[in-house]
């Protein structure tokens, strides 16, 4: 294991977990909703977790790496062999645990700005332009923003904390906010204590986020809003929030009465998630297309190899959600596996809400959900609800192929296997 730095001691931690890599104890960090503990390591890892209280049974997700943990009373062990960012949920531990274990990273010097590890920066807003970047270090904690318009080849990254409690309060602000933005990197850092959304994209183009962490708490937390992007990749990421985990939208927007008008309102194509573990809170979706749709098509959208910890409220672990006029086609959700959901499974919907502005509806067509496997347990039960609607006859829902969707063994093969609801939809076939 690399020598990390160590988080500044009045920085908010655990104080009823101990955590050991290799033998050697890492920072244990709170948010209100959930522990987290950094590492950089090479190699095999040898994770020891101490507790307070008895730890009667540790569920190590994503569930598909198989990762069990030896538990003797108040200590459980695991073993990684290679760098893995996990979700842990102990009982006898009043929050989850996230685990990041990164890869050993030197800075590379060419940061505008620099936050060395150990310190907290109070920065308020800071602005990039062309060609400028922000570097936080392990170990330091940037309380505030970054914000950057008309902007190209920027870069957001280092392992460290992007704090925005700073602006806690401030009604719809945004942690990250870039607009008509091109050739943007947002890669490996942290986010905690959002005020609102945390990453807003707004009509951006040519963007990769990669090994982002998030944890958010408030309800309107949403982990990435691409608004009116083309050409998006994000991969490798691990999110908590609690709203939508990744949401696609197009529309004007400004952040309050003073502010200038984001012009956002631009087709949405070329976007692709995948290798990412969302975690859902009480509000919103695991993966959301809408509501806010005022153009005329999003289209070339692909989610694939995803793990879905859990929907824990009343939305949707796959949804998209069409208020406006725009036409949704060509989506493929992949590979995708779901660990638990709480209400819906599936929610595709042609609709009118609180969300839209535009009086005319639009449509959806040309859906495939290839290769998704839903858990099944005591709390995840062996059949699902799930919504398939259409507006009315001239907005309807079009061509939604099932191709090797299961419920635990079992290959769905009809809706009522899956306890489909649908209306003023035509096409639905399984495979």
């Given at each position: 294991m690399n020598?990390?730095?160590h988080?500044p001691?009045?920085?908010p931690?655990?104080?009823e977990?101990?955590?050991?890599?290799n033998?050697?104890?890492?920072d244990v960090?709170r948010?209100?909703?959930a522990?987290y503990?950094?590492?950089?390591?090479e190699g095999e890892?040898?994770?020891e977790i101490?507790?307070?209280q008895?730890?009667?049974?540790?569920?190590?997700s994503p569930?598909?790496?198989?990762?069990?943990?030896?538990i003797?009373?108040?200590k459980?062990t695991?073993k990684?062999?290679?760098n893995q960012?996990?979700h842990?949920?102990?009982d006898?531990?009043s929050l989850?645990?996230f685990?990041?274990?990164n890869?050993p990273a030197?800075y590379d010097g060419?940061a505008t700005?620099?936050?060395?590890?150990?310190?907290?920066?109070?920065?308020?807003?800071i602005t990039?332009?062309?060609?400028?970047?922000?570097?936080?270090?392990d170990?330091?904690?940037?309380?505030?923003?970054i914000?950057a318009?008309?902007?190209?080849n920027?870069?957001i990254y280092?392992t460290?904390?992007l704090?925005g409690?700073y602006f806690?309060?401030?009604?719809d602000?945004?942690?990250?906010?870039?607009?008509d933005c091109?050739?943007?990197?947002?890669m490996?850092?942290i986010?905690?204590e959002?005020?609102?959304?945390?990453?807003?994209l707004?009509?951006?183009?040519?963007?990769?986020?990669d090994g982002?962490?998030?944890?958010g708490?408030?309800v309107?937390?949403?982990?990435?809003?691409?608004?009116?992007?083309?050409?998006?990749?994000?991969?490798?990421?691990i999110l908590?929030n609690n709203?939508?985990?990744?949401?696609i939208k197009a529309?004007?927007?400004?952040?309050?009465?003073n502010s200038?008008?984001?012009?956002?309102?631009?087709?949405?194509?070329g976007?692709?998630v995948r290798?990412?573990?969302f975690?859902n809170?009480?509000?919103?979706?695991?993966?959301?297309?809408g509501h806010?749709?005022t153009?005329d098509?999003v289209s070339?959208?692909?989610?694939?190899?995803?793990?879905?910890v859990s929907?824990?409220?009343y939305g949707?672990?796959?949804s998209?959600h069409v208020?406006d006029r725009?036409?949704v086609r060509?989506?493929?959700f992949e590979?995708?596996?779901i660990?638990?959901y709480?209400?819906?499974?599936?929610?595709?919907?042609?609709?009118k809400?609180m969300y839209n502005?535009?009086?005319?509806r639009g449509?959806?067509?040309?859906?495939?959900?290839?290769?998704i496997?839903?858990?099944v347990?005591?709390y995840?039960?062996?059949?699902?609800?799930?919504?398939?609607?259409?507006?009315?006859?001239?907005?309807?829902v079009?061509n939604?192929?099932?191709?090797?969707?299961?419920?635990?063994?079992?290959?769905v093969?009809?809706?009522?296997?899956?306890d489909?609801?649908?209306k003023?939809?035509?096409g639905i076939?399984?495979?």
């Amino acid at each position: 294991m690399n020598t990390n730095y160590h988080y500044p001691k009045s920085y908010p931690r655990s104080q009823e977990l101990l955590v050991k890599v290799n033998g050697v104890h890492v920072d244990v960090l709170r948010t209100a909703v959930a522990y987290y503990a950094p590492v950089s390591y090479e190699g095999e890892a040898i994770v020891e977790i101490e507790a307070k209280q008895m730890i009667k049974s540790v569920l190590i997700s994503p569930m598909k790496l198989g990762i069990e943990a030896a538990i003797d009373g108040t200590k459980a062990t695991f073993k990684l062999a290679t760098n893995q960012m996990l979700h842990l949920k102990m009982d006898g531990v009043s929050l989850p645990l996230f685990f990041y274990g990164n890869k050993p990273a030197e800075y590379d010097g060419a940061a505008t700005y620099y936050f060395a590890g150990g310190q907290v920066y109070e920065v308020g807003e800071i602005t990039l332009r062309d060609n400028e970047s922000v570097y936080i270090e392990d170990g330091a904690v940037v309380k505030g923003s970054i914000r950057a318009s008309g902007a190209s080849n920027i870069k957001i990254y280092g392992t460290g904390v992007l704090d925005g409690s700073y602006f806690r309060g401030t009604r719809d602000y945004r942690t990250i906010l870039l607009y008509d933005c091109s050739k943007v990197t947002i890669m490996d850092i942290i986010m905690v204590e959002p005020p609102c959304w945390m990453i807003m994209l707004a009509n951006c183009r040519s963007v990769h986020i990669d090994g982002l962490k998030q944890i958010g708490e408030v309800v309107s937390s949403d982990g990435i809003d691409i608004v009116g992007c083309q050409d998006v990749l994000v991969e490798n990421c691990i999110l908590r929030n609690n709203d939508d985990c990744v949401v696609i939208k197009a529309f004007d927007w400004a952040e309050n009465e003073n502010s200038e008008l984001l012009f956002a309102a631009k087709n949405v194509t070329g976007i692709e998630v995948r290798s990412c573990v969302f975690v859902n809170g009480p509000s919103g979706n695991a993966i959301e297309i809408g509501h806010e749709l005022t153009i005329d098509e999003v289209s070339g959208v692909k989610f694939h190899d995803i793990d879905i910890v859990s929907v824990q409220g009343y939305g949707a672990a796959l949804s998209i959600h069409v208020g406006d006029r725009a036409t949704v086609r060509d989506i493929r959700f992949e590979n995708i596996r779901i660990e638990h959901y709480y209400d819906k499974l599936v929610d595709f919907r042609v609709m009118k809400s609180m969300y839209n502005t535009d009086a005319e509806r639009g449509q959806i067509c040309d859906i495939t959900l290839k290769d998704i496997f839903v858990n099944v347990s005591p709390y995840n039960p062996g059949y699902s609800i799930s919504v398939i609607g259409g507006y009315d006859a001239e907005h309807r829902v079009r061509n939604v192929t099932f191709d090797n969707f299961r419920l635990g063994e079992r290959k769905v093969k009809s809706a009522n296997e899956m306890d489909l609801f649908v209306k003023e939809a035509e096409g639905i076939i399984y495979k």
